[in-house]
Structure formats: structure tokens, C-alpha cells
């Protein structure tokens, strides 16, 4: 992903081949397009409904990042990515929102104080991380009291050509039962998902 040639047809090209492969048909609808898969991030986030800021963790070349700030043009909206190319082509699109910051820094670390954000977007990111309950901590920690994280990633694959692309490019998958788990322990309440395909959307809230 550090890849400046990535970071450019991320959005176009990379991105939604990706979630066909490692999802399969039923993600055709919502979660195999990008309109369709930010209506329902925006809607479990409610970001219609209730005041910033917001945080798109791992945030690549911004394409949350941007929906998210014309969503809510009167409130904070922070994009992190490890990246650096993912975050200079983000910078470039992202130049006429005045209420987007960029942050270059580990998800497993994040540098911001308890408590500092209404809801957090993690779209598609979760295969990608060495420590993902060290990133569930961290989420868990800046959110504020009712907070909202909301991700997405990919269910364990009973599909070949899933299975196969697991295997040949080393991601991971998540039993979503065990993803609930996972983050029921954490400390997270009420757990909702939607499957779309292998493709599973989820959201928790921070008491």
C-alpha cells in the first residue's frame, strides 16, 4: 500500500476488484459498490443525526474521508493512514474540505486522547492489520461514551475462489461470530452486522 501507482486506482480499479474477489457475488450490491456501502457506514455511524468529529481509520486515499466531510461539513473529520502515498493522494483530493485532517499514524497507536471521537468508519482495513485487537483496543479507547465503530472486512470464505485468494495473498478472514466475540470482550455492546456475500458490515457502541 505504500505504492503511489496503488494509491492512485485504489478507488477505481484495486479497491472494488478486491471485494469481488474476496467476496464473492453477494457483494455485487452494496458492499461491491462504493455509494452503496457508504450509505450504510453513514447510516450505522449517524452522522445525520449527531455531532462529530469523526475518525475514517486507515483511511487510504480518502475516499470515506471525503463522503464523510460533505456528510457533515460542520464537524471534524479526521483521516489516518500508515501510508504515506495513500495519504499524499488523499491530501490532493481532499484540499477544498476545510474540515479534514490528515494523520499519519498506526492504527494499533493512535495518537489522540480518550475519548475524542463520536464515531469511527474502518472500512475494508481489518485483514490488513498484524494486531487487530490491539487496533479494537485503541478504537474502543478514543471513542467517546455512546460511540460508534463501524468497519468492514471478510467472513471466512466457503467459496473457492475466496478461499484460494486468502491463501495466495496471506488475509485474513473473521468468523463473525468470533468477531463479537472479540469485541464484546473489549467492551463493546450492541453488535449489529450485515453479510453481503463474504463480505460482512458491523457495528458496535462504546456504552
Known amino acids: 500500500m505504500e505504492s503511489e501507482l496503488v494509491a492512485r486506482v485504489y478507488d477505481r480499479f484495486w479497491r472494488p476488484t478486491f471485494v469481488r474477489v474476496m467476496a ?3 457483494a455485487a450490491g452494496a458492499a461491491g459498490s462504493f455509494s452503496g456501502e457508504f450509505f450504510i ?3 450505522a455511524l449517524g452522522m445525520e443525526d449527531r455531532r462529530g468529529p469523526w ?3 486507515s483511511c ?3 475516499l470515506f474521508t471525503r463522503a464523510m466531510a460533505a456528510t457533515a461539513p460542520g464537524d471534524s473529520v479526521v483521516g489516518l493512514d500508515l501510508s504515506r502515498a495513500m495519504l499524499e493522494v488523499a491530501a490532493s483530493r481532499l484540499a477544498s474540505y476545510a ?3 490528515l494523520v499519519r499514524a498506526d492504527a494499533q497507536d493512535l495518537p489522540f486522547a480518550d475519548r475524542s471521537f463520536a464515531g469511527i468508519n474502518n472500512a475494508g482495513a481489518l485483514h490488513v492489520y498484524n494486531d ?3 487496533v479494537f483496543q485503541e478504537v474502543y479507547r478514543v471513542l467517546a461514551p455512546n460511540g460508534v465503530y463501524v468497519g468492514s472486512t471478510f467472513a471466512k470464505s466457503k467459496g473457492p475462489l475466496g478461499s484460494l485468494a ?3 495473498t496471506g488475509i485474513r478472514r473473521f468468523d463473525p461470530p468470533e468477531l463479537h466475540a472479540w469485541l464484546s470482550r473489549i467492551g463493546f455492546a450492541e453488535y ?3 453479510r453481503l456475500g463474504d463480505a460482512v458490515l458491523f457495528k458496535a457502541r462504546k456504552p
Open 41 to 43: 457506514h453513514k447510516s
Open 192 to 194: 449489529e452486522e450485515v
Open 132 to 134: 487487530a485487537e490491539a
Open 24 to 26: 464473492g457475488k453477494g
Open 99 to 101: 474540515n479534514v485532517t
Open 166 to 168: 486468502a491463501r495466495v
Open 55 to 57: 475518525l475514517d481509520l
Open 60 to 62: 487510504g486515499p480518502g
